[in-house]
């Protein structure tokens, strides 16, 4: 009942963007930061972007400074992530998930184990 739905993702060339979406069903983004995550293959999970809930501060790894944007929008319950200037290296599938630790606050750095709530994940595909 309670769902996060990933979408937007597809293959860009190198320079390219793309706009990923993150849509919650079943309950409210409102109160939660929303992190982005990322698994390339053969590589470990790692964090992304994230944007709290009390002021929708942003934070953002090294990977994507400078590249990608993330944005909330309450009125439609989803979180989007703007991925800018795409390289072959961010091919992966993308994640979106849910902290649920009450703060509002996102929690740094970026943590699997602090994200209760996940998406299936969305292919993105950067090559020419």
């Known amino acids: 009942q309670v769902q996060l739905v990933e979408s937007g993702g597809g293959k860009a060339q190198p320079g390219g963007s793309l706009r990923l979406s993150c849509t919650a069903f079943?309950?409210?983004?409102?109160?939660?930061?929303i992190a982005w995550f990322r698994q390339a293959p053969g590589k470990e999970l790692e964090g992304v972007s994230c944007?709290?809930?009390?002021?929708?501060?942003?934070y953002y790894e090294d990977s994507g400074k400078g590249r990608f944007t993330i944005s909330r929008d309450s009125a439609k319950n989803s979180v989007f992530l703007q991925l800018n200037s795409l390289k072959p290296d961010d091919t992966a599938i993308y994640y979106c998930?849910?902290?649920?630790?009450?703060?509002?606050?996102?929690?740094?750095?970026?943590?699997?184990?602090?994200?209760?709530?996940w998406g299936q994940g969305t292919q993105v595909t950067v090559s020419s």
């Open positions: 079943g309950f409210t983004l409102d109160p939660y930061p």
């Open positions: 944007i709290s809930s009390r002021d929708d501060s942003t």
């Open positions: 998930a849910a902290d649920r630790g009450g703060s509002g606050i996102c929690r740094v750095p970026l943590l699997e184990s602090d994200h209760s709530y």
